[in-house]
């Protein structure tokens, strides 16, 4: 009988034209529930192919009609279906993971509000509307990194998908998280667009936190073993700089930023310890310097850990999932 029933299940296309409609005319919650059963039953007989159509369809019109939450459950359903059909990471399901991404609104916060019990009302709700579309969106790229690391991509998942993350926490979020936003960037594979964000934080942010958001940035790389891209974030922050007639920040923090990266280049050890003992007051401003620089020793000199492998907040941080 269920043999038969799958035969007779039709192609969805009817569904999808009725479904368009609904959400067209502002019936979204009645076509949100829709949307969930029929790719429910599609998915039930095995085929994935057409349930992945209707909730792309689905989350596509509902997220470009404004309608964040709705879009982004059927969003996470859509790379729940992947999983459950075992799809394979490639190049066009990361196509339709990136096309349902980019139709998350992106709205700024009205920050020219004067100060009015109605204006801050209005500030008040877009903040938590904010909030929402980067809770919506965070929980379905951490479910496609979840699902990108078993079906094809690194073991932390798909490089893309953390720079998506870095990318809409950053812009999105109403109060940054630097730290986050930059253990993403460094999962990904474009430390020049990670650089371009840490020079518009620098342009916005509290005296003496731009230095150690550079910093940080550099030495999450190095932790990873990465000194091409640690170099490579270097130069392209001091290249934009220089375009905006600005300097780097002058500390002695940024001092051993570069001190550092010149050391790693050689067999060093002894002046990796030298450096990290005259520069100790400055180490000091950030807990997860001092974590970082354990980590880069064993990286790149073989120097044991007492309790090995990445611990503490260092290794928070680079766990799976993200937020």
Not at 149 to 165: Q, R, T
């Amino acid at each position: 009988m269920s043999r038969s029933f799958k035969r007779e299940l039709p192609p969805p296309q009817a569904s999808l034209e009725k479904l368009e409609k609904m959400v067209n005319e502002g019936s979204y919650y009645e076509a949100q529930q829709i949307y969930k059963s029929t790719s429910a039953r599609y998915a039930s007989m095995q085929r994935y192919s057409e349930a992945l159509d209707i909730l792309e369809s689905g989350a596509l019109l509902q997220l470009n009609h404004q309608e964040v939450t709705c879009g982004a459950e059927l969003a996470t359903l859509f790379v729940e279906t992947l999983i459950k059909g075992k799809f394979p990471y490639n190049n066009e399901t990361l196509g339709r993971v990136r096309r349902i991404f980019e139709a998350f609104p992106r709205i700024s916060l009205p920050l020219d509000l004067l100060g009015e019990d109605d204006d801050m009302q209005k500030l008040s709700e877009a903040m938590v509307a904010a909030k929402a579309r980067v809770e919506g969106c965070c929980t379905f790229l951490r479910t496609a990194l979840k699902w990108s690391a078993e079906f094809g991509a690194s073991k932390n998942g798909s490089p893309e998908f953390h720079e998506m993350l870095a990318d809409y926490m950053y812009s999105e979020t109403p109060e940054t998280d630097m730290m986050k936003v930059s253990s993403h960037f460094v999962r990904g594979n474009d430390p020049k667009k990670f650089a371009k964000t840490l020079v518009n934080f620098m342009s916005k942010c509290y005296p003496e936190e731009d230095d150690v958001a550079i910093a940080r940035g550099v030495l999450m790389y190095l932790s990873q073993g990465n000194l091409r891209d640690a170099n490579i974030l270097m130069d392209e922050i001091k290249h934009l700089l220089e375009l905006d007639e600005l300097d780097l920040p002058q500390s002695e923090l940024m001092q051993f930023i570069e001190y550092l990266l010149l050391t790693l280049e050689r067999d060093a050890y002894p002046l990796m310890k030298v450096l990290r003992q005259n520069f100790k007051s400055s180490i000091e401003r950030d807990p997860l310097f001092d974590e970082s620089l354990d980590e880069i020793a064993e990286r790149f000199y073989n120097v044991k850990r007492r309790s090995g492998g990445i611990q503490g907040l260092l290794g928070d941080l680079f766990k799976m999932p993200m937020m």
